[in-house]
């Protein structure tokens, strides 16, 4: 914790800060729709935020701190959505749910434990890792300049700011933006009110029941997309910033977190691209060897969201959705530019890259299954194609 104290800064921690006002605004909504979906109660879902944040903060927070390297855990967005789906119509108890959320973690953990994952992933090229890191990016940094035309007066001040920044104070650029967008919101009355909730969460456990309806319709489902669009987009973002760390026992740690805080609500825990790129780029730390104190800082404030999570909550949803979308945008522009820079260098792999950034970017959907899984698929096949038996000259 010493060196956290000695090697934080404040672009450091205002990345940490961004990164949770994004991970938690852009899809909170829908971990709310899931936990309806199930029946939940109003002190149920004020229970599940407070596992998912006390599990997020705690998975960042810790190794973050023991491998001095940026390691970013958030809840599984795409389960979310599976979850609202599938359990819509009341045909599954909370406690159907619960156990659904711990047979998931039971197979996360084996995954992880026998290193099936990060064998398949290391197989994947690095250009199509960049190609799909650039392509989840881009997604959300499009948002930006979608929301200018009715948020105009919000949105291109923040733009402005964003260029200014870029050009006379490099390091302060997201903090500036923030700034400037909440000063915006708050003089133009852009600001949600405030629900009243209580100051500290009181922990609602739910016994889990196990039924093969569950399993086949909650469990497994809720598996395959945290892997396939939360977890494999993570490695990526890890192996496009040059980071090595172990994903195998960070992939088992989601697991074995997930596994104890279920009866709480932690539907699902995984690594995260879009705020890990927040965390692991030059902006909120020059030096990549003190990157971590950015992450670390996310999970703290994670712990926070976590043990005060009626009132934080209802801070964070106060901020306009434009302010949100435009400060995650622009913060991410530059990882986005320099991922494509990397995917599309080796001319021999163009075309596979181009093809995982679009089909990435297109946010296609087939067999309940998001365009991070066919982005990839899609540019192996077009590798595949293009390079087998090619002779080198």
Known sequence: MK??????????????????????????????????????????????????????GLCTLLPSLWWRKPVMVAWSTPGAAVLATAASGGHFTMAEGVGAFMVCAVLIILVGATGWFERGMRRLPMQLANALLAGVLARFAINTF?????????????????????????????????????????????LRGLSAHPAMALPEPVW?????????????????????????????????????LPVSRLITLTGVATLVLAPWGAFALGLSAITASLCMSPAAHPDAEKRYTAAASCGLIYCAVGLFSGPI???????????????????????????????????????????????TVSGLTLAGLGSTFWGLVAGILTLFVQQWRRQSP
């Open 208 to 244: 889990p029941t196990f039924t093969l309806s569950a399993l086949f319709n909650l469990a497994l489902p809720l598996f395959v997309v945290t892997m396939a669009s939360q977890n494999m987009p993570g490695v990526a973002a890890i192996r496009a910033s040059g980071y090595s």
């Open 146 to 190: 979608v929301s200018l035309p009715s948020a105009l007066s919000l949105v291109l001040p923040m733009c402005v700011f964003y260029l200014l920044g870029r050009r006379w104070w490099p390091r302060y650029t997201v903090v500036v933006v923030l700034l400037v967008g909440c000063l915006l919101a708050w003089t133009t009355g852009d």
């Open 313 to 359: 909550t209802a801070m964070l949803l106060a901020l306009p959705s434009a302010l949100v979308m435009g400060v995650a945008g622009l913060a991410l522009l530059p990882t986005v530019g320099g991922a494509l820079h990397q995917a599309l260098q080796p001319d021999d792999s163009r075309d596979a890259a181009i093809i995982t950034f679009l089909v």
């Open 3 to 56: 060196a956290f104290i000695r090697d934080v800064s404040l672009p450091a921690f205002s990345a940490g800060f961004v990164a949770v006002l994004v991970g938690f605004t852009s899809s909170v909504a829908i971990v709310f729709q899931a936990a309806v979906a199930l029946g939940a109660t109003p002190s149920q879902l004020v229970s599940w935020i407070a596992a998912l944040g006390l599990g997020m």
